[in-house]
Structures are given as structure tokens and as C-alpha cells.
């Protein structure tokens, strides 16, 4: 199980690789971007999300920002037995919105945000054999509404992947106790 969790975060993690072509939020405004996400959806071509995502619950990601600029992620991700804990540190990079993490080659692009409702994060890792593609809609509420779903949905193969790649995660209360 330890083995495989550091591509069960990349399954949350992998995302693209032709960084032009993906769009960001204009004027990110990290300070409103930060605090507390759930991860409604994700989608990816990550072989170990593929494999497991029929059974994965919604994770919980608490963003903040360094004095620097860097976007630090806490992860709580409920498993089956337990709640698991990972935290992440991306660097900004020259463009607002956009960060990354240079030694597990990962890219994270947010895409497209209303910073009180919803989020959709675009994600790209190259460390292992195969890049990966991964795309995220993030939650204020864990509730995600019909029209936004949709909206998610209809972004998937403009980077490359298929709806069968898609999982809506549902809800946990694995990691509430620890979490708050
Ligand atoms: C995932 O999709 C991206 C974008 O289409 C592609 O570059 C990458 O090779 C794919 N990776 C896998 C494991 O299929």
C-alpha cells in the first residue's frame, strides 16, 4: 500500500504536457484561492487512478500561499481504512495561476475559478514512464450542481482525455474527525 501511494497522488496530481496550450484563470487572485477544496471530480490517465477510481471517496485539499508565492497543498484523502495525509509544496512559476513542482516534474494550472464555489485545476506529471494527464474540479461545498458537472465534462478531451477517464468522487466523512 505505501508503494503505491505516491502515485495515488499523482493520480490526483497527473496532469499534461504541451504547457502553452492549457488557459488559466485571468488575474488569479491567489489570496481568494486559498483555503479549503474538495475534490467533487477528477479525470485522469494515470494508470493507478484508472484502476482505482471506482473506489476512490473525494479528498479534502487545504491551499495556502508562501510568503514567496508558492502554493503549499494539504492533502486528506479517505481510504478505506484510514484517512491518509499528503502535503505538497508547487512553485509559482512566471504566470499567475500556474505552479510547479520541478523534481516530480508536475505542472498545476488553475484553469478556471469563481474562488467561492468552484475550481477546475489542470494537472500534468512527467516523473514517471508515462505523462500523465489529469484535470480536477475542486468544491467550496462538497455538492456539485448538474450544469457545472457538465460544464467539466465538456473540457475533458480539449486536454486529451475521455469521459470513460472520469471519476465523480463521492462524499466521505473518513478524514471530518481529523480534518476541520
Ligand atoms: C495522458 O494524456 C496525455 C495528453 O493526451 C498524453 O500526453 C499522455 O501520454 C497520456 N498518458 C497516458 C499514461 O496515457
Known amino acids: 500500500m505505501t508503494a503505491v501511494l505516491p502515485c495515488l497522488a499523482l493520480a490526483l496530481l497527473c496532469v499534461l504536457q504541451a504547457a502553452g496550450e492549457v488557459?488559466?484563470?485571468p488575474g488569479f487572485n491567489a489570496e481568494k484561492f486559498a483555503g479549503k477544496w474538495h475534490f467533487a471530480a477528477t479525470v485522469s490517465n494515470c494508470s493507478v487512478f484508472l484502476k482505482m477510481k471506482d473506489g476512490m471517496k473525494s479528498p479534502t485539499?487545504?491551499?495556502?500561499?508562501?510568503?514567496?508565492?508558492d502554493l503549499a497543498m494539504k492533502l486528506a484523502w479517505p481510504l478505506p481504512d484510514r484517512c491518509q495525509r499528503l502535503e505538497l509544496?508547487?512553485?509559482?512559476?512566471?504566470?499567475?495561476?500556474?505552479y510547479t513542482a520541478a523534481q516530480e516534474k508536475r505542472d498545476l494550472r488553475v484553469m478556471e475559478t469563481d474562488y467561492s464555489h468552484y475550481a477546475i485545476v489542470h494537472e500534468t506529471q512527467h516523473s514517471e514512464r508515462q505523462p500523465s494527464t489529469a484535470l480536477q474540479l475542486l468544491m467550496r461545498e462538497q455538492d456539485v450542481s448538474p450544469q457545472l458537472?457538465?460544464?467539466?465534462?465538456?473540457?475533458?478531451?480539449?486536454?486529451?482525455?475521455?469521459?470513460?477517464?472520469?471519476?465523480?468522487?463521492?462524499?466521505?466523512?473518513?478524514?471530518?474527525?481529523?480534518?476541520?
Open 23 to 25: 488557459p488559466v484563470q
Open 61 to 69: 485539499a487545504t491551499i495556502s500561499f508562501t510568503p514567496e508565492g
Open 89 to 98: 509544496l508547487f512553485q509559482q512559476s512566471g504566470q499567475a495561476g500556474h
Open 149 to 180: 458537472l457538465q460544464k467539466f465534462e465538456e473540457l475533458i478531451p480539449t486536454v486529451g482525455l475521455t469521459k470513460a477517464m472520469l471519476a465523480v468522487l463521492p462524499k466521505s466523512d473518513q478524514c471530518t474527525a481529523a480534518t476541520s
